[in-house]
């Protein structure tokens, strides 16, 4: 009867050592790796009854097709070879330079040898990520910031600290307070992350002085500053600041991407470093994907060679701009006065505060059937705040569906707002 | 005088916690992340009055590059809403089904939905890494092995374990051992790790009856199986046994890619794994790059649906063929009668063994004298091992070129060898 038990079972499997479940298999970090809310979301929002205000992605139909086509068939014609082989695991040389351009916009002065190519931004997260973050590190970040962002920095067990954002971006003093505090904890602060040109999830741009004083702040306390630039183009009524990277190529780290300005489906993304730290970055970068793709560097240093790019980003500008004015008139139009919201200058993104007795994680089941859908605001927290707020997208319906999504997601507030106040007062 | 001593500062800024050094800011696991000797070696070797056997780079010369154009222009013009676009995070749905006519032809039954599209196969490696890999988990691999594995293993803090290899691949009586003796160290082994087709850096073949014994060992010792397999259809002579995923889909995560079929450019590759391990790597891949670019996958998969690729693949083992020949019949002639080499039947690679007493890394800068560039043994192991073999390539040079190589190095082993045993008569 002995080899039967489960005692000597276990004892046997002991001795071999083989592992008893999956979830033993897995490394520690595996643990966190578990969907989020947004993503079974973006599987309703993509059917085309409803209207999206809820993704992120860029509206193409300003770019002309024809003139993509050609760009990619002469590369693939005159340059064939380099542009379908593997390359530089730092990126292509003339990207590079051409990047330097695309930067001096904002400001940037900057050495190509001090750029790395990435698949995407998101890519740059994650590597910098990889260098800095040891499991109980603490990145400070935006109160909201960026849901992919909070992701990787999930994924690399930091401990994210939000710190208080307004209209006008991040608040200096809540930075230092927040650094004084993470400090007297004994936790290390391994960078701070900010996107303060129309920033995702708010819309609000950082002004210059408040640049600067966040500089000196970062500076002073030894912290890295990630500045996140995918929107900095994008500004509708007049040109954003000049990039944080601009005023300080010391302690800024500077994620530019092509995915708002050209195209996503590119994949082409770039870290501007101190050059203290390009090399791990490089090593990293090869470890994760070998080199980024000749192909699509290629094909956007063509475009960026030959196009008339800068009037290709105006034409993404007056598209957005009439997006984001529908969008506002509106939530004027059909939202209850006890709702408010950013009103962005550029960007992709409002960020609406409705009263905090409704709860839009809930409230979305509701939204889908009105066919509308939007991101609740706690995706973009790492600690469950947020639970008042949305997150609406103008960036890619046409301004009649942005007007109809808006108006059925204020007739469902509405709603929400009777039916709320109404127990309330049953309750009462 | 308080104020300046050493020990007072020291003091303050362990109060404010600012970092004293840029090392200090650094994660644990960046200390690793340190320049190869390979990566200097593959500047030289660049230099077009080098030979350079170096590299792996695919031989592009087959590939019709009209042909290509015209399959991306198409792209664009038809769809280029979607092949400009952000995309799945798991991988474009219609490529995921034409990967699975691709593995059929090795054997593999899948179902689409265990697809994990990557950015080439490395990506592939970082994100099994991430999932599994604690630091000082053990990683079994072959001895040798590829170089970019070890990288990605080392970037985890995995400790590699090499597995005896001879000319028919990784040897089942040594895997078992290797298995006894780490976890009778009290370690965990997360995954085997190994490249059955024509391997990287030997060019061995692993056999149909072994594979079934790997399998058997690994699936009793609950350590799951990463079968690498860029090469598989690149078989000169005769088609590779069935892939070991055909034999075991519970227990194999099998890594393909596009880089050696059709364009490393593109940075296409895939993962099929045990659809337990799915939704992790999913979730890890969107953290790392957010999706695969739309635009190569469709490129690839536009190709794949409407060019001849079964007969382009024919094209490149053909012209793969002839260089193998080149490289075998010039090593008989040019190399001294102590050295000894693997006869690969496909893929890109010869191993190389010298006598013990040289030592391949010391001997490159002779090599680049001669005009001629290889890989050092040393690169493909974890632990200094390989002094004395050499790792050639005869992918990219034509016939002629590898020729030319490899009398050269020829020349120089033969000095090297005389050199060294000279020296050993004046000692003795």
New interface residues.
């Given amino acids: 009867m002995w080899h039967t038990s489960p005692m000597s079972e276990l004892i046997s499997r002991h001795q071999?050592?083989?592992?008893q479940n999956?979830e033993e298999?897995?490394?520690?970090?595996?643990a966190g790796?578990?969907?989020s809310e947004i993503r079974s979301l973006f599987a309703v929002a993509s059917r085309p009854e409803i209207v999206s205000l809820a993704g992120g992605?860029?509206n193409?139909?300003a770019?002309p097709?024809?003139m993509?086509?050609?760009v990619?068939?002469?590369l693939?014609?005159t340059n064939?070879?380099?542009?379908?082989?593997?390359?530089s695991g730092q990126g292509h040389p003339l990207l590079r330079e051409q990047i330097c351009d695309v930067m001096a916009l904002e400001g940037i002065r900057a050495n190509p040898d001090d750029i790395i190519v990435t698949?995407?931004s998101?890519?740059a997260l994650?590597l910098i990520s990889?260098?800095?973050?040891?499991p109980g590190?603490v990145v400070l970040v935006e109160a909201p910031s960026y849901v992919?962002a909070l992701?990787?920095f999930?994924?690399?067990e930091a401990q994210v600290v939000h710190v208080e954002l307004d209209e006008q971006g991040l608040v200096p003093q809540a930075l230092r307070d927040a650094i004084v505090g993470v400090?007297a904890a004994g936790k290390?602060?391994?960078f701070l992350y900010l996107i303060p040109n129309y920033q995702n999830p708010t819309g609000a741009l950082l002004p210059a002085d408040r640049r600067t004083e966040i500089l000196e702040i970062c500076r002073?306390?030894?912290i890295?500053v990630v500045e996140d630039n995918p929107y900095g183009l994008l500004g509708f009524d007049r040109p954003s600041p000049n990039a944080m990277r601009a005023e300080d190529s010391e302690n800024v780290i500077y994620l530019g991407t092509f995915?708002k300005t050209i195209?996503?489906?590119?994949?082409v993304g770039w870290a501007l470093v101190p050059p203290?730290l390009k090399?791990?970055l490089v090593?990293?970068s090869?470890?994760?994907?070998?080199?980024?793709?000749?192909?699509?560097q290629l094909?956007i240093s063509r475009y960026l060679a030959d196009q008339p790019w800068r009037d290709q980003i105006a034409s993404f500008c007056d598209l957005y701009k009439v997006r984001r004015d529908a969008m506002l008139e509106s939530l004027e139009e059909y939202f209850p006065a006890s709702a408010t919201w950013t009103k962005p200058g550029g960007g992709f993104y409002v960020w609406v505060n409705l009263p905090p007795e409704i709860d839009t994680k809930l409230m979305v089941p509701k939204a889908i059937v009105a066919k509308v859908a939007y991101v609740p605001g706690t995706a973009f927290y790492a600690d469950g705040f947020g639970t008042w707020a949305m997150r609406l997208s103008f960036c890619h319906p046409t301004p009649e569906r942005i007007r109809d999504g808006v108006k059925a997601l204020g007739g469902v507030v509405k709603q929400e707002i009777a039916r709320r106040s109404s127990a309330f007062e049953i309750k009462s």
């Fill in positions: 071999t050592g083989a592992p999956l298999r897995f490394a520690l970090r595996a790796m578990q969907p992605m860029p193409l139909s770019l097709m024809d993509m086509a050609s990619v068939s002469d693939i014609l064939g070879a380099e542009a379908l082989q593997y390359g698949t995407g998101q890519q994650d990889r260098i800095f973050i040891d590190d992919g992701g990787t999930h994924q690399y400090r290390k602060i391994k002073e306390a030894g890295f995915s195209a996503p489906g590119l994949r203290s090399e791990k090593i990293a090869e470890s994760s994907i070998l080199c980024p793709s000749n192909f699509a094909t």
